[in-house]
Structures are given as structure tokens and as C-alpha cells.
């Protein structure tokens, strides 16, 4: 019994490994579905540790950006038009895409889907 314990705790350490193991640096592009409006931002990401940083191009205009990396956890987060925007989701086991819900200031709010633009090297 305590064999099986030790491996699973092995296998679970080395699955949180991997998620901490993908690094988000490069160019992300996103649809975003707000309800009646969808858009289609890019990101241009670069991670060190767990900082983002990086910017935005899109329907708001260019604006640089901040966020987080944990485990396989994602923020982003940035200013446009005196608002307040923030990207929250989770990267996939593959690392290829991120999901997760938008908020634009309290003005509208809705989900994401963002896919790198290009395979990673």
C-alpha cells in the first residue's frame, strides 16, 4: 500500500511539473465571445517564472499588459479606454491553448479561447 501511495504522489508532483514546465512566451491568438459581440485579439506574451508580461492588439487599440503563471492557472490584465480589463483562464495539459472568462471593466463580460500562433521551438 505504501508503494501505490508513493507512486501516485510521483505521478501527481510530475503532472503539476508539466504545467509549471510550459512557458506562454510568444504570440497567443484569441476569439473572445461576449454574448452579441465576438472579438479577435492577439497577445504577444512573455513569461519569467510566473510574471506575464507582454501586449495587447485588438478592437481597443495596442496596450501593454501584466499577469500571472500558476501551475496551469493564467491572468492577464490591462488598461484600455480607462477601463480595467482582465483575462482569467487555464492553460491546456498541452500548453497550446488557454481558456477562460474576460471582464472589460464591469461593461461587458464574457468568455475566451486563445491558440498560439505558432508552435513553440
Request: proline share 2%.
Amino acid at each position: 500500500m505504501k508503494k501505490i501511495s508513493l507512486i501516485f504522489v510521483f505521478m501527481a508532483l510530475t503532472a503539476i511539473s508539466l504545467f509549471a514546465a510550459t512557458d506562454l512566451t510568444g504570440t497567443w491568438n484569441a476569439k473572445v465571445n461576449l454574448g452579441d459581440q465576438q472579438g479577435s485579439p492577439t497577445f504577444v506574451l512573455k513569461q519569467d517564472g510566473e510574471k506575464l508580461t507582454g501586449t495587447y492588439s485588438g478592437a481597443l487599440g495596442e496596450a501593454p499588459i501584466k499577469g500571472t503563471v500558476k501551475g496551469n492557472e493564467v491572468t492577464i490584465d490591462f488598461d484600455a479606454s480607462g477601463a480595467a480589463i482582465h483575462y482569467a483562464g487555464k492553460v491546456s495539459a498541452d500548453g497550446a491553448k488557454i481558456e477562460g472568462t474576460v471582464d472589460y471593466g464591469g461593461q461587458a463580460s464574457g468568455t475566451f479561447t486563445a491558440t498560439r500562433a505558432e508552435a513553440r521551438k
